[in-house]
């Protein structure tokens, strides 16, 4: 079952111009495990390799822990819900720090 701050490869299938395409890394975001296993999706944030200087993306490092091959970002304008289903395989977790930063986007980014 994914949780929050975990790295997974997601199947995003053909997409429409702008938005992610077929397998790339993603971000957990939700829903948190209190709401059980039974929940059919995931709410999730893409990750891009591409550096925009964008002030939504957040950086992840490519190292061990990640399972990121190179240094990548977080899309959090990208905010979406998928089917677990889309869930290729895990890929492993951001730390505190980045997890931190990414939750004070999104909590900006949402108005909250």
């Known amino acids: 079952m994914a949780s929050v701050d975990e790295l997974w490869l997601v199947d995003f299938g053909d997409p429409f111009p702008g938005e992610p395409a077929h397998h790339r890394p993603a971000l957990v975001i939700g829903p948190d495990e209190v709401f059980g296993p039974d929940l059919p999706f995931v709410i999730l944030c893409p990750l891009t390799t591409t550096h925009r200087a964008i002030s939504l993306h957040v950086e992840v490092e ?15 304008e990208q905010l979406r819900p998928v089917s677990r289903r889309r869930l290729v395989h895990r890929l492993g977790a951001i730390d505190r720090s980045t997890a931190a930063e990414v939750h004070h986007v999104l909590r900006v980014l949402l108005g909250h």
């Not at 490519?62 to 959090?76: C, I, K, M, N, R």
């Open 62 to 76: 490519a190292e061990p822990a990640t399972g990121l091959d190179e240094a990548s970002y977080v899309q959090t």
